[in-house]
């Protein structure tokens, strides 16, 4: 697979999973260039999603962490 088709295949996995795990943030916020990068070296959209989906769930970690202190 190309890296463009990478990078549509982790954009639709994040608008499906929109509310999941911090999805979000790539649909809010990343580019394909951003998401080409955390893409890395994965060569199957499983990995790929994958590979995103870790720093989703880091972010998504810190957001839990930041709103728990807020009340």
């Avoid at 463009?4 to 999805?23: D, F, I, M, P, S």
């Avoid at 890395?40 to 957001?63: F, P, S, Y």
């Amino acid at each position: 697979m190309t890296i463009k088709e990478l990078v549509e295949a982790v954009k639709t996995h994040a608008r499906q999973n929109y509310n999941t795990g911090g999805w979000d943030y790539v649909v809010e916020a990343y580019d394909d260039a951003d998401i080409a990068e955390e893409i890395g070296d994965a060569k199957t959209v499983a990995e790929a999603i994958k590979n995103v989906g870790e720093i989703c769930g880091i972010r998504n970690e810190q957001r839990e962490d930041a709103q728990a202190e807020a009340w």
